[in-house]
């Protein structure tokens, strides 16, 4: 570690050797690519349907580049890019922190925005682009930082659902499963008051979530799926049945708002 001495000239930046400048991080620019490209981030907790709605978005014409379409825990896939989801774990790491153990904000450096720049520029070639990965609720602000015209779709469940699949996923305890399910949901609430977008619950029959994904698509310019591209399949929606336990007043209460939000 350098340590500063007040009996060293200061020098203005203009007069330093280039190789001593900080780079700076530009934000995305879609004109770099030579289209009018969109970015959009699917926004939601671990098990609570992201999935789906990102499948949902590809069906819908929204380009996902490189992303997984199969793993043992969903059958057609959780349609996360791995490079993104690679940089929010390297980010979460460099904060002692990761998906399971949320940090109480996120500082990223230079060189993080600037990957995650590059991967945005890398898509850059799609109309629209859309990326998804839970933890992204934990480092959101370096992505808003990097991509400002970022929009947002977001979509939550209940929490006894999610801490039962996380039980069968993962073996996580209901007490830890409902408290992380808390830290992320709350996030989402945050965000969606900063800047409102479509929201939605994938507690809702499938008919009923449909309908109102048919809205939401429709506020994102994007077109309405033919029930021939539905993504939403039975499966996809594991732990339908679990038990009605007793939450704690606080998760409930934010349960309750983020329905009243919901589409």
């Given at each position: 570690m350098m340590l500063s001495t007040?009996?060293?000239?200061?020098?203005?930046?203009?007069?330093?050797?280039k190789a001593m400048s900080t780079p700076q991080t530009k934000s995305y620019d879609p004109s770099q690519q030579g289209r009018s490209s969109r970015v959009i981030c699917v926004l939601g907790m671990h098990r609570s349907g992201t999935s789906c709605l990102t499948g949902s978005l590809q069906a819908a014409g929204v380009e996902?580049?490189?992303?997984?379409?199969?793993?043992?825990?969903n059958t057609k896939g959780n349609r996360e890019n791995q490079a993104f989801v690679d940089l929010n774990d390297e980010i979460l790491a460099a904060n002692k922190?990761?998906?399971?153990?949320?940090?109480?904000?996120?500082t990223w450096t230079s060189a993080q925005k600037r990957s995650a720049l590059e991967l945005l520029q890398q898509n850059g070639q799609a109309q629209v682009f859309a990326f998804k990965d839970?933890?992204?609720?934990?480092?959101?602000?370096?992505?808003?930082?990097v991509?400002?015209?970022?929009?947002?779709?977001?979509?939550?469940?209940?929490?006894?659902?999610?801490?039962?699949?996380?039980?069968?996923?993962?073996?996580?305890?209901?007490?830890?499963?409902i408290e992380l399910w808390s830290d992320y949901n709350r996030r989402?609430?945050?965000?969606?008051?900063?800047?409102?977008?479509p929201l939605l619950c994938f507690d809702e029959p499938e008919e009923v979530f449909h309908s109102k994904l048919d809205v939401a698509l429709d506020r994102l310019g994007l077109p309405e799926l033919p029930k021939s591209m539905k993504f939403w399949e039975d499966s996809l929606r594991t732990s339908q049945r679990y038990e009605a336990a007793r939450l704690p007043i606080k998760s409930w209460l934010l349960y309750k708002a983020l329905k009243a939000r919901s589409l």
């Open positions: 007040p009996f060293a000239p200061s020098i203005p930046s203009s007069m330093l050797p996902l580049g490189d992303c997984h379409t199969w793993n043992r825990y922190s990761a998906w399971d153990n949320p940090p109480v904000s996120a839970p933890r992204t609720l934990l480092v959101l602000d370096g992505w808003k930082d991509c400002p015209q970022m929009e947002f779709i977001g979509v939550f469940r209940h929490p006894n659902a999610v801490a039962k699949s996380l039980e069968s996923r993962s073996g996580m305890s209901r007490a830890q499963a989402l609430l945050n965000q969606w008051k900063g800047r409102q977008f």
